[in-house]
């Protein structure tokens, strides 16, 4: 079985090392799929991981990973597979948000942020760019993070969170299954738990 990762917004293929090689451990081969939001637009982004998805699927039953900003990614480019490529077996999101996002929503206005993120930046604030890219017919596992400060003074009072997305953000009714795991956002490639998560998905349908 074959699992490509991407990664989050500002980070790298390197963040999701602990998840790959806990994945090589149980047997699966791993890739990982490098963007950078700072010198590409989204839909470069896209067009790029749609070609990658395609040259896996020619080697056989694959999963796909994203974390953040990369399942986003991910369920843009299964959307955009040419016809007759081989679907992946299962795809789960890692405090993916599938509505806009409200941290982006909330320092869109800011340079530094407008600077560094630029279209994917804008793309996450969109509610109209994040309700085009829509459900994927593919069997879906979302995991949350809930270990977010919910007080007053954060910035989802009130409400289970990890930090960065909220838990409304990122679950999805047609997704097979919303796991909730008390990990921060930034955490969840490098979590045990959550590695075993996927492990066990896997596993267990045998996709």
Same mark, same amino acid.
């Given at each position: 079985?074959?699992?490509?990762?991407?990664?989050?917004?500002?980070?790298?293929?390197?963040? =999701?090392?602990?998840?790959?090689?806990?994945?090589?451990? $149980?047997?699966?081969?791993?890739? *990982? @799929?490098?963007?950078?939001?700072? @010198?590409?637009?989204?839909?470069?982004?896209? #067009?790029?991981?749609?070609?990658?998805?395609?040259?896996?699927? &020619?080697?056989? #039953?694959?999963?796909?990973?994203?974390?953040?900003?990369?399942? &986003?990614?991910?369920?843009?480019? !299964?959307? /955009?597979?040419?016809?007759?490529?081989?679907?992946?077996?299962?795809?789960?999101?890692?405090?993916?948000?599938?509505?806009?996002?409200?941290? *982006?929503?909330?320092?869109?206005?800011?340079?530094?942020?407008?600077?560094?993120?630029? #279209?994917? =930046?804008?793309?996450?604030?969109?509610?109209?760019?994040? *309700?085009? !890219?829509? /459900?994927? &017919?593919?069997?879906?596992?979302?995991?949350? =993070?809930?270990? =977010?400060?919910?007080?007053?003074?954060?910035?989802?009072?009130?409400?289970?969170? #990890?930090?960065?997305?909220?838990?409304?953000?990122?679950?999805?009714?047609? $997704? &097979?299954?919303?796991?909730?795991?008390?990990?921060?956002?930034?955490?969840?490639?490098?979590?045990?738990?959550? /590695?075993?998560?996927?492990?066990?998905?896997?596993?267990?349908?045998? *996709?």
């Amino acid at each position: 079985m074959q699992v490509l990762f991407v990664h989050g917004m500002g980070r790298s293929s390197l963040s =999701g090392g602990v998840l790959l090689w806990k994945l090589r451990r $149980a047997g699966l081969t791993t890739r *990982a @799929f490098g963007y950078s939001v700072s @010198f590409e637009d989204f839909l470069r982004i896209r #067009d790029r991981l749609v070609a990658a998805i395609s040259r896996l699927a &020619v080697h056989g #039953d694959y999963v796909l990973v994203g974390h953040s900003l990369g399942g &986003v990614l991910l369920r843009a480019a !299964i959307n /955009a597979l040419p016809v007759g490529t081989r679907l992946p077996g299962q795809l789960f999101l890692l405090g993916s948000p599938v509505r806009p996002s409200r941290l *982006a929503q909330r320092f869109g206005t800011n340079f530094l942020f407008r600077l560094v993120t630029r #279209d994917c =930046g804008r793309l996450l604030a969109s509610p109209s760019r994040m *309700a085009e !890219i829509g /459900a994927v &017919v593919v069997p879906t596992i979302c995991i949350a =993070g809930i270990s =977010g400060f919910t007080g007053a003074r954060s910035y989802f009072p009130g409400e289970l969170n #990890d930090g960065i997305v909220s838990l409304s953000e990122v679950a999805v009714d047609w $997704a &097979v299954e919303n796991v909730h795991v008390p990990v921060f956002h930034t955490l969840m490639p490098s979590s045990p738990r959550v /590695a075993e998560l996927v492990i066990q998905r896997i596993r267990r349908t045998g *996709a």
